[in-house]
């Protein structure tokens, strides 16, 4: 499914205290990753979410501040933003299969609510289309999606609680 067939989806429904979140950003397209921050940021801000924003060097660097992040126990969920625009080298190729890993890794074993929105892109148009303020925006996708895990979690919180 292309960017452009995705279904328009609005934030699942969340009970209980506003979430605190942690949005974990690494900006090296400082535009295209604030696109999907700012899409993020106001989804939250549409729940009366908290949020506190860190940087990061790259793509590489977001698994392991991830895992830093949730070792702390501060926050209901976690997003994470990046670009990494193809070049002529395999470079690519073994960050994004990284860090996209990391991030499974870290999502499977400790079962956090986390929007993923690392963008793995062959053009910075490619980025541009899915960063930009509209609804094909990745990072309306990504706080959509933590919401529904948060809101799972406090779910199955309330059964075996």
Do not use: W
Not at 128 to 156: C, W
């Amino acid at each position: 499914m292309s960017t452009a067939d995705a279904p328009l989806r609005a934030a699942p429904e969340l009970t209980g205290p506003p979430p605190r979140v942690l949005v974990i950003q690494a900006p090296y397209y400082a535009d295209v990753v604030g696109g999907m921050v700012d899409g993020a940021l106001a989804v939250l801000a549409g729940i009366g979410g908290e949020s506190e924003v860190v940087d990061v060097a790259g793509a590489f660097e977001l698994p392991a501040a991830l895992r830093m992040a949730i070792r702390t126990q501060k926050y209901d969920g976690y997003l994470v933003f990046g670009c990494v625009v193809k070049g002529e080298t395999d470079h690519y190729d073994h960050i994004c299969r990284e860090a996209c890993r990391g991030v499974m890794d870290i999502s499977v074993e400790t079962a956090a609510p986390i929007g993923f929105g690392l963008l793995t892109v062959h053009s910075i148009q490619q980025a541009i289309a899915r960063s930009s303020p509209d609804r094909h925006n990745k990072g309306v996708e990504a706080a959509n999606a933590m919401i529904g895990q948060i809101a799972l979690a406090r779910r199955f919180a309330e059964t075996t609680g």
